[in-house]
């Protein structure tokens, strides 16, 4: 039977400590495998012809687009699937800057990325120009997963 159609039969009975019901815990290891009917059938490129088809997040409300000399530094963005900043790491840059130019991306708004119809979590790099005024910002070009 394929899995899918399984699982959802699977019926446990509760565990019973002392005479009394108790919740638990079961983990459950599944080991399946692919078989494509045609080998021919089966995507050369899967990472890359996804990262095609998916549109990637954008900044809402963020930077003031402002030429600046102040630190520059790049930060890698991962943007969950509903708009929100859920981590970032430093590309390029000085790391004692690192610290300032997250808290300024924290105040940014995002628009999630998009796989057809879903949201999908998904990476965007920035520059921010740091000082000691959060104001003096700027985006330059964002680059998805494929930028890397």
């Known amino acids: 039977?394929?899995?899918?159609?399984?699982?959802?039969?699977?019926?446990?009975?509760?565990?019973?400590?002392?005479?009394?019901r108790t919740p638990f815990l079961t983990v459950v290891e599944i080991r399946f495998a692919l078989h494509y009917a045609d080998p021919a059938s089966i995507p050369r490129n899967a990472e890359a012809d996804f990262s095609r088809q998916v549109k990637p997040p954008e900044v809402l409300t963020g930077p003031e687009k402002l030429a600046s000399n102040?630190?520059?530094?790049?930060?890698?963005?991962?943007?969950?699937?509903?708009?929100?900043?859920?981590?970032?790491?430093l590309l390029k840059g000085n790391i004692d800057w690192f610290e300032a130019a997250n808290g300024i991306v924290r105040k940014w708004s995002f628009r999630p990325a998009r796989w057809g119809a879903l949201f999908v979590p998904w990476y965007l790099d920035v520059d921010v120009h740091v000082n000691n005024a959060p104001s003096q910002t700027s985006l330059r070009a964002p680059a998805g997963p494929e930028g890397e």
């Open 1 to 20: 039977m394929r899995l899918l159609s399984v699982v959802p039969q699977w019926r446990y009975r509760p565990l019973v400590a002392n005479g009394r």
């Open 70 to 89: 102040d630190p520059l530094v790049r930060l890698r963005l991962l943007i969950d699937g509903e708009g929100k900043l859920v981590d970032s790491s």
